[in-house]
T-cell receptor, first 111, second 114 residues
Framework: GEDVEQSLFLSVREGDSSVINCTYT??????LYWYKQEPGAGLQLLTY?????DMKQDQRLTVLLNKKDKHLSLRIADTQTGDSAIYFC???????????FGSGTQLTVLP | ETGVTQTPRHLVMGMTNKKSLKCEQH?????MYWYKQSAKKPLELMFV???????ENNSVPSRFSPECPNSSHLFLHLHTLQPEDSALYLC?????????????FGSGTRLTVV
């Protein structure tokens, strides 16, 4: 089955850019997603990218997809303390296109 | 509110108790999901319902019993749980079983088994 991997932790200074990376194994993945989870809350969909795209930008968020290397990244520009959360990468694959999630990256924004 | 509401938010139960988790969505979606989120582990898909029929059960122990009476409501009935079942249980919904536009998640029920 599909496997999605992320590094567990990332710390950045307020105002810097954050880059969260993700790799996946299923080359037939159609959509790839980034979710954000704040403490005590469920997962909130931040953005998604279709597999025929290389890049998608949405305000402070930029998603880059390298389909050849099966690598996805999320860049957050001008990172703020409110961006501190766990960020999950997810891939939709298989005939049912169900989501497979990574373990999540805990982003800590330092003042 | 996200459009997917889960109750209760927190639940403490003994190993001999029976309790139920409830999920309700008002998004007009026709697929609903239960996920288990344990510390330092990936999200685990437990059950998938599409058009009120269970289409997937990922080897979940029988002490967890889902119920989907209609497309807006999903329950997870719990009985004789173990301490290792303590986790955040997340409900999600989507339009059609495919995830093309992502899933909408509830805030979860934090379950503690004592």
């Amino acid at each position: 089955g599909e496997d999605v991997e992320q590094s567990l932790f990332l710390s950045v200074r307020e105002g810097d850019s954050s880059v969260i990376n993700c790799t996946y194994t299923d080359s037939s993945s159609t959509y790839l997603y980034w979710y954000k989870q704040e403490p005590g809350a469920g997962l909130q969909l931040l953005t998604y990218i279709f597999s025929n795209m290389d890049m998608k930008q949405d305000q402070r968020l930029t998603v880059l997809l390298n389909k050849k290397d099966k690598h996805l990244s999320l860049r957050i520009a001008d990172t703020q303390t409110g961006d501190s959360a766990i960020y999950f990468c997810a891939s939709a694959s298989g005939s049912a296109r169900q989501l497979t999630f990574g373990s999540g990256t805990q982003l800590t924004v330092l003042p | 509110e996200t459009g997917v509401t889960q109750t209760p938010r927190h639940l403490v139960m003994g190993m001999t108790n029976k309790k139920s988790l409830k999920c309700e969505q008002h998004l007009g979606h026709n697929a609903m999901y239960w996920y288990k989120q344990s510390a330092k582990k990936p999200l685990e898909l437990m059950f998938v319902y599409s058009l009120e029929e269970r289409v997937e059960n990922n080897s979940v122990p029988s002490r967890f019993s889902p119920e989907c009476p209609n497309s807006s409501h999903l329950f997870l009935h719990l009985h004789t749980l173990q301490p290792e079942d303590s986790a955040l249980y997340l409900c999600a919904s989507s339009q059609d079983q495919g995830a093309d536009y992502g899933y909408t998640f509830g805030s979860g029920t934090r379950l503690t088994v004592v």
